[in-house]
């Protein structure tokens, strides 16, 4: 049992059961409409919804919101399989509103015979203007006291495909005087002549969100229905559709709403996400940048890393920003515990190392994990020519840089000390390459008093000669405003940070060379770097999942 406080929707829940709800009454979905991938905002409802099931012991199912085929495609319902099965979580039933279509026409004739439903022949700026505004009651429109003969013909040739979209829809008869708006009358059916990636074209009439959310819960059986906040006003709604038809001896859904995740640095909306993929942005929705989960996944985020998040900032009632960076911290603290520590240099400069034998390669022991000690060790190799990164020498620099300058010492990762003598510059004055020498008694763990001797700092190299060039890809922040979806005057892609991708050549140690797609890795004192899909047999490409250290805190 977990000993964090309850959440307000646990609360909810743990009302109901006081009240006599069993706890195998309890049902939960999540319902993703498939018509764009997941992002970091859905994942917070997966795990809202799936650490429920958890907790309760009750199922979940997965639910696609399929009502409509202009923009849903069977490609998203796969990936959003793959994404939930991904991020560790298991649904009870895979469901699909579409597979409720007949019950929903059904439900919507026996409305429509009770007088609570009519085909409207308006236009939609008729019906817009008819409804009135918050302050002013709407105005019946005129098919409003069309005979249920009438309406019970015309929702059948609608159905039947005898007109063409727009020309009719079926309309719940509710209150044209509510405050609140979407019980004006609210539209259930519209036509649209599109195949349907499940039910192609048996149908030619789909029904709107309100007229299938509670329904399809109703017909699962789902005790509380999650749902983000802007459904608040929908309440009402589900509930007058749910009054329709539930039976006595049947469980009534209940919807709760909590606050939809906002994260800095990026959006959170299929339509925009798509908005950078149709554009170019990016590369496709699995681009590393993006917030998605399978963008994350290929970033090299793992599963855990998200949940612990997600748990982390947990719900709200209001919406918030909440801070990348405590994903990235998140994701962190996972990979310093499963990573094996590798050396990689992504800015090489040539050391020479003059009083080290020509043509001998020395094969050093080195330590995967200090966190892990059953990780092993693996052999590095050591020769006269290395590479450092170009930061970590200067000819000059005060006491307080650590690394190697001319006349001072630095320890090289599980290997020696080394002093820098001198070094060769080309024309323009940059530094082709440090000459340096070595102490030949101070390698690490050789238990002489040499390799015990303190120097201030470590350093990772790699072997020119056995070194394996790869692509590395560093990324930044997708978006340079903190906030890019929260301008009034502004539109989020003016955001857009054309710096996101920095593309290098990186020099490894030869123990990557074998690398497999997905391994991850921590890169010494550089980050946490995992293969890319983009790698082939000639070709290894690294994805930069984080760097070591917050470097966007101040
Ligand atoms: P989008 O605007 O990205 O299309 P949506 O809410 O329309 O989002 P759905 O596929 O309908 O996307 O969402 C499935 C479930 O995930 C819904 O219950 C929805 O409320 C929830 N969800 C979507 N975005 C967020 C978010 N940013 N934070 C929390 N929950 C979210
Ligand atoms: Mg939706
Ligand atoms: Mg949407």
Redesign the pocket.
């Known amino acids: 049992e977990s000993k964090k406080a309850l959440n307000f929707i646990e609360h909810i829940i743990e009302e109901d059961l006081a009240d006599g709800y069993a706890k195998s009454q309890l049902r939960f979905r999540?319902?993703?409409?498939?018509?764009?991938y997941?992002?970091?905002?859905?994942a917070?409802?997966?795990c809202?919804?799936f650490g429920l099931g958890e907790k309760y012991g009750a199922p979940v199912n997965l639910r696609f919101?399929d009502t409509n085929p202009a923009k849903e495609e069977k490609a998203y319902v796969d990936a959003i399989k793959r994404d939930v099965e991904w991020m560790g979580f298991h649904w009870d039933k895979e469901c699909y509103a579409s597979d409720y279509f007949q019950e929903l026409y059904d439900w919507a004739v026996m409305l429509i015979k009770q007088g609570k439903a009519y085909v409207d022949s308006q236009s939609s700026e008729d019906m817009a203007k008819q409804k009135g505004t918050p302050t002013e009651p709407g105005v019946p429109g005129p098919y409003r006291d069309r005979s249920v003969e009438e309406n019970l013909d015309l929702f059948l040739r609608m159905k039947n495909g005898e007109f063409e979209e727009g020309k009719h829809v079926l309309r719940a008869k509710i209150d044209l005087a509510s405050p609140n708006m979407l019980m004006r009358d609210p539209i259930l059916y519209r036509v649209l002549h599109k195949a349907h990636h499940r039910t192609n074209t048996d149908w030619c009439i789909y029904p709107m969100y309100d007229w299938t959310h509670g329904q399809s819960d109703y017909l699962e059986q789902v005790s509380h229905s999650?749902?983000?906040l802007?459904?608040l006003p929908h309440r009402e709604l589900y509930d007058w559709c749910l009054d329709q038809l539930v039976s006595k001896d049947r469980l009534r859904p209940k919807q709760r709403e909590?606050?939809?995740?906002?994260l800095s640095h990026t959006v959170?909306?299929?339509?925009?996400?798509l908005q950078l993929v149709e554009g170019g942005h990016v590369t496709g929705w699995d681009d590393p940048r993006m917030p998605t989960i399978s963008g994350l996944r290929r970033r090299g985020y793992t599963p855990e890393s998200i949940r612990n998040f997600a748990d982390t900032v947990g719900i709200a009632k209001r919406e918030n920003l909440v801070d990348v960076s405590l994903l990235e911290f998140h994701v962190r603290e996972h990979l310093n515990k499963i990573t094996p520590r590798v050396m990689a240099v992504l800015n090489p400069l040539k050391v020479v190392i003059t009083n080290y034998p020509e043509g001998q390669v020395e094969w050093l022991d080195a330590e995967n994990s200090p966190e892990d000690e059953s990780m092993g060790t693996r052999k590095v190799p050591f020769s006269r020519e290395l590479y450092i990164e170009k930061e970590d020498f200067r000819e000059e620099a005060n006491r307080k840089f650590f690394r190697l300058k001319l006349g001072g010492e630095v320890r090289l990762k599980n290997g020696y000390i080394i002093k820098a003598e001198s070094c060769t510059k080309d024309t323009d004055g940059s530094i082709i390459e440090v000459r340096c020498t070595y102490d030949p008694k101070s390698r690490s763990g050789s238990g002489t008093e040499e390799s015990l001797r303190k120097v201030k700092g470590t350093l990772h190299w790699v072997s020119v000669a056995q070194a394996v060039e790869a692509e590395v890809r560093l990324y930044d922040r997708l978006f340079s405003d903190e906030n890019p979806d929260g301008h009034k005057e502004r539109d989020f892609m003016e955001f857009v940070n054309p710096n996101s991708l920095l593309v290098i050549t990186a020099y490894l140690e030869p123990s990557l060379k074998e690398a497999k797609v997905g391994a991850r890795y921590q890169f010494q004192r550089l980050g946490y770097f995992n293969v890319d899909t983009d790698t082939t047999g000639d070709n290894l490409v690294f994805n930069r999942t984080v760097t070591l250290r917050d470097t966007w805190a101040k």
């Open positions: 999540f319902p993703p409409e498939p018509n764009g997941l992002h970091l905002g859905h917070s409802s997966i809202l919804n919101d999650l749902c983000t802007e459904f909590f606050a939809r995740r906002n959170v909306s299929k339509r925009k996400l």
